[in-house]
């Protein structure tokens, strides 16, 4: 065979392969926790810029909502009272969060963080409160003294804001949508909370398992997504034992105690992270009867 040929076959054999179709993995750290973005794509050279991109992004949302750095908008709230203009990603969280605050009654409550400090769940120096402090602390908590009219929010200035049970949510679909400006078809999950786009390299809906809290490691549920999100929200990890007594890092603000519900984990199937991500923590402090959980909300105890 000519040799000319036999190069020319080389060179289309290889640049077929580096074309074809291969999934992969994006791996970081935010917000406190790990991110994994994996997708496929014909286009091995998208990676670089898909990661600088997400990193960017990620970095963006916790100037906004992180609690553990300086001079975030989450914290920049929590200095004081009166009012103040969200940037529109703290208004889009902080609407979802007081619409599922009424719809629970206050189970879901993004204004229990005094509570949280009372107990000693901010500094890992858990601790039970006297009754009457407990009591106390519950008089600064209370969604129902926050007003938010357009991007105006108007609070007290005893008041903390929580946004831990729905900001990681969020952040998922806001790099859902990064990445979906580049490919159409990948899985971004961030602190266990997921959302799926399109489909695997296998032509099928990406799938993700639900941890069996009675065996930590394992798989209780599978759980096909098709363009949709799911959450996760359990008391079976993060516990203390006090006098024999296990108690959860979930507080109820309508008692001021951790949840007792005995449920070990709830998960919500839902179209947006942010949604799946709330509910997930509201369906930890009460039955869905209990509230008004919307139908686009598929829920696995």
Not at 124 to 132: C, R, W
Not at 140 to 154: A, K, M, W
Not at 167 to 190: C, H, R, S, W
Request: proline share 6%; aromatic share 8%; net charge neutral.
């Amino acid at each position: 065979m000519n040799p000319w040929r036999i190069a020319f076959i080389a060179l289309a054999i290889l640049v077929a392969l580096y074309f074809w179709p291969r999934e992969t993995v994006i791996q970081g750290e935010t917000m406190g926790t790990s991110y994994t973005i994996k997708y496929w794509s014909r286009r091995p050279y998208i990676k670089g810029g898909l990661d600088r991109d997400a990193a960017a992004e990620l970095d963006r949302l916790t100037r906004i909502f992180s609690t553990y750095h300086a001079n975030t908008e989450i914290q920049q709230l929590n200095q004081g009272g009166g009012t103040y203009t969200l940037s529109p990603d703290m208004t889009t969280v902080l609407a979802t969060a007081l619409a599922i605050a009424k719809k629970t009654q206050g189970a879901y409550d993004i204004t229990v963080e005094p509570l949280y400090a009372l107990w000693g769940f901010k500094d890992h120096a858990v601790q039970i409160p006297d009754p009457v402090a407990i009591q106390r602390t519950q008089a600064r908590v209370g969604y129902q003294r926050l007003q938010l009219v357009g991007n105006q929010l108007t609070k007290p200035a005893d008041m903390q804001l929580d946004l831990s049970s729905l900001a990681k949510g969020y952040a998922v679909d806001q790099l859902a949508e990064l990445v979906a400006d580049t490919v159409p078809n990948f899985m971004i999950e961030i602190g266990g909370e997921v959302v799926a786009r399109g489909h695997s390299l296998r032509k099928k809906a990406w799938v993700v398992g639900i941890e069996d809290p009675d065996q930590p490691g394992k798989v209780k549920q599978p759980v096909a997504l098709h363009n949709e999100a799911l959450a996760t929200s359990g008391t079976y990890r993060n516990t203390v034992q006090i006098n024999g007594q296990h108690y959860a890092h979930i507080l109820d603000p309508r008692t001021g105690y951790p949840v007792q519900l005995g449920v070990a984990s709830v998960s919500v199937k839902a179209p947006t992270c942010l949604l799946a991500d709330a509910w997930a923590t509201a369906l930890l402090l009460l039955k869905p009867d209990a509230a008004i959980v919307p139908d686009t909300l598929q829920i696995y105890y």
